[in-house]
Structures are given as C-alpha cells and as structure tokens.
C-alpha cells in the first residue's frame, strides 16, 4: 500500500518569511496530492491540491510542486501570516484507491 | 458548516457505555469515512463507505462498529471502550474514490474514563 512521509513535524518562521513542507510517497500510480490545514481544535480543511498531469500549482500565496520521478511534492507558503499557524498534512491517492493516505502532519508556528 | 455534520461535538462515557457517532452530509458524496486523530497518530483511517458499502476496515477492533444506512449518514458505535480510545473521531465524505478531496466534519472529542 502506499506510505507517506512528511517533514519536519515541526516548522518555526518569522513572519514574512516562507515556509516549505516536503512530503515523499511511495506508490508510484498515485496521481492525485492534496494538503489539508488544521488550525487548533478545527477540522482539517483542504487548501490546495495537484494531480500528477501538473507540476506545479498555486493559489495565492500557497503553492504546490510535484516531482513525479522523485515521488515527492512540496507545499510552499510565501510572505507568511500569524494566520498561517496550524496543523499542515500532506496526503496522496490514485484513481481506484477508495482512501488518501495522509502524512503524519506538519505543526507550523508563525513567529510575529 | 461545511456540509459534513457530525453530533455530538463532545462526549465522555464510561468503559460500560454503549453510545454512537453520528455523521451526515448533504453533500451528494458517494463515499464516507471515519478517522481517528490522536496525538501519537494524527490521522489513523479506520473504516470507509462506498455508495454506503464497507470497503475497508483498518484492522480496527470490534469494539467500534460502523453502520452506514444510506449514502448521507454515518453512525460508529461504541461499546465496552478502552482510555486509549480517547481521541477525536472526524468523519469525511468525498466525491467518490480517494482521489477526490474529502470534505471533513468537525469531529467527535470522545473522552473514555
């Protein structure tokens, strides 16, 4: 089955600065990357996503690449927020899969 | 509300208890989920709905029982809970497969004493 690995499980930044969390999985047929944010005691919430047909997408100050041949994705935050601060999770899937895989979460700490 | 109810939001029973989650989407979603989210594993996926057919049970133990009457609702029953089953159960629904973005509730704090 597939497997998820996310780093680091904790991130520090000064405000305005940027802010990468990479993610690696393991099945190569998997084709569809979401993120999820989950600020304090909220549910996960679906930030951005990418399918494997792109290599990158972005969506404000959020953006996501994929390396397909490295089997791994990155999410990037620019120009971060005190907003910013929560729970990130990276996640992978592939047509026919009836579940996501999740990572194990990444606690992301903007310092003002 | 993001269209994924969950009921109730906190619940504290004893290790006798009997009591169920509820889940309810009005989405239109084919597939539903149950996760549970504790500090040691953030999200642990314990069973999965396809148009309201079981597809997986992740090796979760019968002391947790799903039901799933119809594509919309999602029920897990508890009985004759552990401490260690403390955690937040959040429940997801998608589109169809996995690879479709889930839509989460807002979970279940359960606390078993």
């Known amino acids: 089955g597939e497997n998820v690995e996310q780093h680091p499980s904790t991130l520090s930044v000064q405000e305005g600065d940027s802010a990468v969390i990479k993610c690696t999985y393991s099945?190569?047929?998997?084709?569809?990357f979401p993120w999820y944010k989950q600020e304090l005691g909220k549910r996960p919430q679906l930030i951005i996503d990418?399918?494997?047909?792109?290599g990158e997408k972005k969506d404000q100050r959020i953006a996501v690449t994929l390396n397909k041949t490295a089997k791994h994705f990155s999410l990037h935050i620019t120009e971060t927020q005190p907003e910013d601060s929560a729970v990130y999770f990276c996640?992978?899937?592939?047509?026919?899969?009836?579940?996501?895989?999740f990572g194990t979460g990444t606690r992301l700490t903007i310092i003002p | 509300e993001t269209g994924v109810t969950q009921t109730p939001r906190h619940l504290v029973m004893g290790m006798t208890n009997k009591k169920s989650l509820k889940c309810e989407q009005h989405?239109?979603?084919?597939?539903m989920y149950w996760y549970k989210q504790s500090a040691k594993k953030p999200l642990e996926l314990m069973f999965v709905?396809?148009?309201?057919?079981?597809?997986e049970n992740n090796s979760v133990p019968s002391r947790f029982s799903p039901e799933c009457p119809n594509s919309s609702h999602l029920f897990l029953h508890l009985h004759t809970l552990q401490p260690e089953d403390s955690a937040l159960y959040l429940c997801?629904?998608?589109?169809?497969?996995?690879?479709?973005?889930?839509?989460f509730g807002s979970g279940t704090r359960l606390t078993v004493v």
């Open positions: 099945d190569s047929a998997s084709n569809y």
């Open positions: 709905y396809n148009f309201k057919e079981q597809t």
């Open positions: 989405l239109g979603h084919n597939a």
């Open positions: 997801a629904s998608s589109q169809d497969h996995g690879n479709y973005g889930y839509t």
């Open positions: 996640a992978a899937a592939n047509f026919g899969n009836e579940k996501l895989t």
């Open positions: 990418i399918r494997s047909n792109v």
